[in-house]
């Protein structure tokens, strides 16, 4: 397969980039971190240096490709708000790395997938999404944002045969989580989440989410009242 990684210089888009290439699929791998890059080329992957803030110059290295099978967007950040300060600037910037920059790979990559084989296109959301959690407020937002672009778009490309899944992982350990300062439940490695979501990209799942012991703690949580759901956050932001 021809596949394309964005968020490839680390964490989880690095190890499916890592992977995918192990397996002899032909990947590129999009990241900022030029050191990054430059070990993944010495592997024989591709690289493409792209700041996908950048819309212009995103979009014109997308062009530079012929086709594509497979795209994995995972490029992504985390930032948490800090009350009694609500940094509006944080929220903007969460969610141009997380929703805008998404926004610009789909629109690069659609024209490729749609000359491509079986073509699927695989967006990294977050099980923060599933319920309102402490300090969530922009990171949260972001990937509902993500989760709802994805899902919309399964409808939408339906016609044209192209496959969508949404990503959900629970905690990965990745530099992002790493610079986390609280208890994180059930962080699994980045080896066993590449599995994972290897595993639900070959079946084509619509949502691939994990660990299961995590996420589906979350999913029924969320089918709580309102008011129970807020009660127990509530207990456990005073812990
Ligand atoms: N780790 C977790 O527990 C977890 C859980 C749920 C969801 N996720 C999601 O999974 C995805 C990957 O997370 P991770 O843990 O692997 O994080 P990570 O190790 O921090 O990697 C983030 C990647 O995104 C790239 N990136 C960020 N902004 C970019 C931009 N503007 N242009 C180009 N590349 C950009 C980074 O590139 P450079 O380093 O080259 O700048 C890096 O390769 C994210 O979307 C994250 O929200 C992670």
């Known amino acids: 397969m021809k596949i394309l990684i964005t968020g490839a210089t680390s964490g989880i888009g690095r190890q499916l980039a890592l992977d995918y290439h192990g397996e002899g699929h032909e990947v590129w791998a999009i990241g900022r971190n030029q050191q990054a890059l430059s070990e993944l080329e010495a592997k024989g992957i591709h690289t493409g240096k792209v700041d996908l803030t950048d819309r212009k110059n995103s979009l014109e290295w997308f062009a530079s490709l012929e086709s594509l099978d497979l795209a994995v967007l995972s490029a992504g950040t985390c930032e948490y708000i800090d009350l009694p300060d609500f940094d509006s600037e944080l929220v903007a910037r969460v969610m141009r790395h997380n929703v805008e920059s998404m926004a610009v790979s789909i629109q690069g990559v659609l024209?490729?997938?749609?000359?491509?084989?079986?073509?699927?296109?695989?967006?990294?959301?977050?099980?923060?999404?599933?319920?309102?959690?402490?300090?969530?407020?922009?990171?949260?937002?972001?990937?509902?944002?993500?989760?709802?672009?994805?899902?919309?778009?399964?409808?939408?490309?339906?016609?044209?045969?192209?496959?969508?899944?949404?990503?959900?992982?629970?905690?990965?350990?990745?530099?992002?989580?790493?610079?986390?300062?609280?208890?994180?439940?059930?962080?699994?490695?980045?080896?066993?989440?590449?599995?994972?979501?290897r595993d639900g990209i070959a079946r084509r799942k619509l949502e691939i989410h994990f660990p299961k012991r995590f996420t589906c703690i979350l999913k029924m949580l969320n089918f709580l009242p309102r008011s129970l759901l807020l009660r127990l956050a509530q207990r456990m932001v005073r812990k």
């Open 111 to 197: 024209p490729l997938l749609r000359k491509g084989t079986r073509p699927h296109l695989v967006g990294i959301g977050s099980a923060a999404a599933y319920l309102p959690l402490h300090r969530a407020e922009a990171y949260g937002a972001s990937k509902a944002a993500v989760a709802y672009m994805m899902e919309t778009l399964r409808i939408d490309l339906y016609k044209e045969k192209i496959d969508v899944s949404l990503v959900c992982p629970g905690f990965v350990k990745t530099p992002l989580t790493d610079r986390n300062d609280f208890p994180m439940p059930f962080r699994i490695s980045v080896e066993e989440a590449g599995r994972h979501i």
